[in-house]
């Protein structure tokens, strides 16, 4: 396979950030076989430098023992002369001559240790003796470090935070001083001159790319594509859960996995501190707060209550000042994605509403999502998320159209995807969407008719503000025939089947 330059990265800069976004088996399996290699180097490394440090030790130690040994036959020899210069009868000289030997020691002594300096050697320095590191442990320690290091910036980044994780705070005035660059590089927010955009770090206490969860209780309600993803990579990162669906089977697993199952939406809101939400449509959205054992009869003051769902900024604000009125807490938080970034906690999270507890949810929008926005006032998520949905379900109507086209005009389907993805349009979408299509498989990742909604809900929102969205509506045009054709249940790739019956 073909890799781009662009796309290989140092192992110890980017380690952690690969981590967070490849949860694989194999991508780990890869990682401990890379770790185990650097345990094993540096090893090897540290025995090698071990034992040249010996061996120089022995050649020093016999360096050593040698002068002290010629010393010692010097000395001997000038004794033995003394003794038959005056005799072997003397023995009061004798004495004296051994203890003129015995004192002799010390000088000598002191010559031995001054004559390296002599022959102008440095004197020895405790720092000679401790074993040199070799120049790859010296790589892997300084790869590892670096590897934790923010890129510098004006402003001090918030200490303990995920670099891997970042808060777009929509709503602050605030200039930053210089261009921001996401680590995945797709995404750049630069300054503007009008500094209505500022750009933060996540307040959060994730400690070299892990999340501490929060210590506050979680519950969610609604375990679909999205709703099980999520709820998942919130147990695997620590945080307690609660959960409670409308059919209660779907809670089978996630309580194997260590949640607590809720009776009823009230029950899980009265026992835990923050309940999030992530329901089909408006009506949904209304009945779980609003109908018999709802949310509402749960709220009391303090508690918080998080709506994921992708509805209408009218059904949201109805929704947070209800919640607000009984004392609680309301946040939006929609998320952009599909259910395999959810299972992979990559989706996108677009939230408004109370800001005190946006920041209160960080580790658990760390631990379902790649990025999270901040958009001000209650509504804001809501209307934005419509806006990013019909992009993409206009989108997805073209490239159906495009590959229908083709078809019917004698070109390669497969061709005009591999001349696609070779240009500008190229992205993960486009490639998932156009192999779905080729290999006539509509398993769900995002529902046709979730998408069919969206889009009749931004038209609704152009409508509003008297702005026209012709594009969207000839989208959503071809959605509710292929939803006629009884493809409401597949993903929204089947609208495909709108163009060919």
């Not at 402003?155 to 994780?165: A, G, L, T």
């Not at 070779?422 to 992205?427: I, R, V």
């Amino acid at each position: 396979a073909w890799i781009k330059v662009e796309q290989l990265k140092p192992y110890h800069l980017h380690k952690e950030e690969m981590i967070k976004i490849n949860k694989g088996k194999r991508f780990q399996q890869a990682v401990d076989a890379v770790e185990e290699f650097l345990r094993k180097t540096k090893g090897k490394d540290q025995a090698s430098s071990h034992n040249s440090s010996e061996e120089k030790n022995r050649r020093n130690s016999s360096e050593e023992r040698g002068k002290q040994s010629a010393g010692e036959e010097k000395r001997k020899a000038s004794l033995s002369e003394g003794k038959l210069k005056k005799g072997t009868g003397e023995g009061k000289k004798r004495v004296s001559s051994v203890s003129s030997e015995r004192g002799s020691k010390s000088p000598l002594k002191r010559a031995q240790d001054q004559s390296p300096r002599k022959r102008g050697r440095p004197p020895k320095d405790e720092k000679d003796l401790t074993i040199p590191e070799s120049s790859t442990v010296k790589r892997v320690m300084t790869g590892t470090v670096a590897g934790f290091k923010w890129p510098p910036s004006v402003s001090e980044p918030v200490k303990d935070s995920d670099p891997h994780f970042h808060h777009f705070l929509l709503s602050q005035t605030e200039k930053p001083a210089v261009c921001y660059q996401a680590i995945t590089k797709k995404l750049k927010v630069c300054e503007e001159e009008t500094g209505s955009t500022s750009i933060q770090a996540a307040d959060s206490t994730a400690v070299n790319g892990s999340i501490t969860p929060t210590d506050k209780k979680i519950g969610f309600l609604g375990l679909g594509l999205m709703g099980s993803g999520i709820v998942s990579n919130l147990l695997k990162m620590g945080h307690t859960v609660t959960v409670w669906n409308r059919t209660a089977e779907k809670c089978d697993l996630f309580i194997q996995e260590g949640a607590r199952l809720g009776r009823t939406p009230a029950e899980v809101v009265s026992t835990c501190d923050i309940t999030f939400a992530c329901v089909s449509d408006p009506k949904a959205a209304k009945d779980l707060v609003l109908g018999p054992s709802g949310v509402l009869q749960g709220i009391r003051p303090g508690k918080c209550y998080v709506d994921m769902s992708t509805v209408d900024a009218d059904t949201v604000t109805e929704l947070a000042q209800v919640i607000v009125s009984r004392g609680g807490r309301f946040l939006e938080a929609p998320v952009s994605g599909n259910q395999q970034l959810s299972n992979d906690g990559m989706l996108v999270i677009l939230a408004a509403g109370d800001r005190g507890l946006y920041e209160d949810c960080s580790s658990c929008f760390q631990a379902m999502g790649k990025t999270s926005f901040f958009l001000g006032e209650v509504g804001n998520a809501a209307k934005m998320m419509l806006i990013v949905n019909m992009v993409q379900g206009s989108f997805m109507a073209t490239i159906a159209e495009g590959l229908t086209l083709a078809q019917v005009t004698g070109q390669s389907q497969q061709t005009l995807l591999d001349i696609l993805n070779q240009g500008q349009l190229a992205s993960i979408f486009l490639d998932q969407k156009c192999q779905n299509i080729l290999q006539g498989n509509f398993k769900p990742d995002f529902y046709l008719k979730y998408i069919q909604k969206d889009l009749r809900l931004a038209i609704a929102l152009g409508d509003s503000v008297n702005h026209p969205t012709p594009m969207a509506a000839a989208a959503n045009e071809v959605y509710k025939r292929a939803k006629a054709l009884d493809q409401s249940d597949n993903d929204m790739s089947a609208v495909y089947r709108a163009y060919i019956h």
